[in-house]
């Protein structure tokens, strides 16, 4: 039922900035946290940013300053601003939401990506 999706990729110049966003549907009792991963060609997925339930924020050393995750609850949407854009930013990311069930246990879901590509 929960689906995620992303978008505001992009074509930008190195120094540009872009903002994703990422919309959630679906009914959803306990969020406890959500974030940006984003894998480039030959590489792992990783974390660049997440954002927790009470609103704690956490980012990769390599976008520190640069990026920054926020969301709006009345839209059931989270952003990730991308300021200083570099070209090894260049990857496809993805949402991502953490469910928290009744058990205790998590759910996690992912949406489908929007690729960034930074080049002059």
């Known amino acids: 039922q929960v689906q995620l999706v992303e978008s505001g990729g992009g074509l930008v110049q190195p120094g540009g900035s872009l903002r994703l966003s990422c919309v959630v549907s679906?009914?959803?009792?306990?969020?406890?946290?959500m974030g940006w991963y984003r894998q480039a060609p030959g590489k792992e997925r990783e974390l660049v940013a997440s954002?927790?339930?009470?609103?704690?924020?956490s980012y990769s050393d390599s976008v520190k300053g640069r990026f920054a995750i926020s969301r709006d609850n009345a839209k059931n949407t989270v952003y990730l601003q991308m300021n200083s854009l570099k070209p090894d930013d260049t990857a496809v990311y993805y949402c991502n939401l953490v469910r928290r069930l009744l058990s205790g246990q998590s759910r996690t879901y992912w949406g489908q990506g929007t690729q960034v590509t930074v080049s002059s």
């Open positions: 954002i927790t339930s009470d609103g704690s924020t």
């Open positions: 679906g009914t959803i009792w306990s969020i406890r946290a």
